[in-house]
């Protein structure tokens, strides 16, 4: 029976969020897009691939999905964000309350309880502003490239969507819990979103069994890191450790697909090509966007295909320069997917950075779901 939905916005999100749940012992299913049936898991992590949508379709599609699943009274809805604050943050949630709030009539004070912050990879929230390692993620290049504007201050850009916020700064979270409860309950009255500050994961778990408390089961919001603390604090995680699952033997040489420009990606990479058995190949913009029965494409792909026959691990990656601007990369991930097909069935694994890219990629090969085993 599904005890949990998880609404992401990216691929990324819904396999971060979602392994956060396996490792409380649940199974769970990455689904890249609705199909019809039951998923047979504790938790569907569903990639709404809204990250690029402007903000009016992005809204419809998580108001569409959400009054779907509104209904189940037992469910524990999980609104994924990104720790960076990319995409329609604001929109998104205001079109979830509003949908749960329309299919819930008698639930109207449906409010969200929303905790954005990842401790693990440095991502906190202080005084309603998200950070990165200590600094305002307005300030840094993360935000300048997706064409952002304003501060990071999360009470400000949600009360641009017409939503009203009360802000539990860290020395209300840090209270007795039920202190912090009661904080909560009063909050929850008049507020559509609870934001909570948080710079560990002790602050997050805090967050999530404090909102356990509170009369309406709300719309939680955040990261993968108060995904990592809500199953427990819910009741529905594992007591016991979780065995890890025993992956079967690899047969055939793997293929690195590596969508990523990031500073890390091309580090990887560099690290991975100081094996004499891998095989870089490194495509220009220019070569992937041209037609896939060309002499260029071709190139390329018998090359893919010579690599892998010769029983080499092969790195298909974009040439990291020029820069890619923002609204070309859906058609560099696509591209770059039609040519790892080229592969054929030929490789014993797929390894695929850059959540855009990993999502082209399983589709071409026809694959909408995924059943999480691990975290690497």
């Known amino acids: 029976m599904l005890r949990m939905l998880i609404l992401a916005d990216d691929l990324s999100g819904a396999a971060d969020c979602g392994v956060a749940c396996v490792c409380a012992g649940l199974s769970t299913v990455v689904a890249l897009q609705e199909t019809a049936g039951e998923v047979a898991a504790d938790v569907l992590s569903l990639d709404a691939d809204t990250r690029r949508m402007d903000p009016e379709a992005a809204a419809r599609e998580v108001s569409r999905i959400v009054r779907k699943y509104a209904s189940n009274k037992n469910l524990f809805l999980y609104k994924k964000i990104d720790s960076t604050l990319r995409g329609n943050v604001a929109t998104e949630l205001a079109a979830a309350l509003d949908a749960h709030r329309s299919a819930n009539p008698p639930m109207a004070r449906t409010m969200a309880v929303m905790a954005p912050a990842f401790p693990a990879i440095g991502r906190t929230t202080v005084n309603g502003i998200q950070l990165a390692h200590g600094q305002p993620i307005h300030d840094l290049d993360v935000w300048r490239h997706q064409n952002m504007t304003g501060r990071a201050h999360i009470p400000d850009m949600?009360?641009?969507?017409?939503?009203?916020?009360?802000?539990?700064?860290?020395?209300?979270?840090?209270?007795?819990?039920?202190?912090?409860?009661?904080?909560?309950?009063?909050?929850?009255?008049?507020?559509?979103?609870?934001?909570?500050?948080?710079?560990?994961?002790?602050?997050?778990?805090?967050?999530?069994?404090?909102?356990?408390?509170?009369?309406?089961?709300?719309?939680?919001?955040?990261?993968?890191?108060?995904?990592?603390?809500?199953?427990?604090?819910?009741?529905?995680?594992?007591?016991?450790?979780?065995?890890?699952?025993?992956?079967?033997?690899?047969?055939?040489?793997?293929?690195?697909?590596?969508?990523?420009?990031?500073?890390?990606?091309?580090?990887?990479?560099?690290?991975?090509?100081?094996?004499?058995?891998?095989?870089?190949?490194?495509?220009?913009?220019?070569?992937?966007?041209?037609?896939?029965?060309?002499?260029?494409?071709?190139?390329?792909?018998?090359?893919?295909?010579?690599?892998?026959?010769?029983?080499?691990?092969?790195?298909?990656?974009?040439?990291?320069?020029p820069r890619v601007d923002l609204d070309q990369r859906p058609l560099l991930a696509a591209a770059l997917a039609r040519l790892a097909t080229s592969a054929g069935e030929g490789i014993g694994a797929l390894i695929s950075a850059g959540g855009e890219t990993a999502r082209a990629v399983l589709q071409s090969w026809g694959v909408n779901r995924l059943r999480l085993l691990g975290e690497l």
């Open 158 to 321: 949600l009360a641009n969507a017409g939503l009203k916020c009360a802000l539990l700064q860290l020395d209300a979270i840090r209270s007795a819990q039920n202190s912090l409860s009661d904080r909560m309950k009063a909050s929850a009255t008049q507020a559509d979103v609870l934001v909570c500050d948080a710079e560990t994961d002790e602050d997050l778990r805090a967050i999530a069994t404090a909102s356990m408390e509170l009369e309406c089961r709300p719309i939680w919001v955040g990261s993968a890191g108060l995904a990592y603390q809500l199953p427990h604090a819910a009741g529905i995680g594992a007591v016991t450790a979780v065995e890890p699952v025993m992956l079967p033997a690899r047969r055939g040489p793997l293929l690195f697909v590596i969508g990523s420009l990031s500073r890390n990606s091309v580090e990887q990479v560099r690290v991975l090509t100081s094996s004499s058995n891998t095989f870089e190949l490194s495509v220009p913009p220019e070569a992937l966007l041209a037609p896939t029965g060309s002499a260029r494409w071709q190139e390329y792909a018998h090359r893919i295909q010579s690599a892998i026959s010769s029983n080499n691990d092969v790195i298909l990656s974009p040439a990291p320069e």
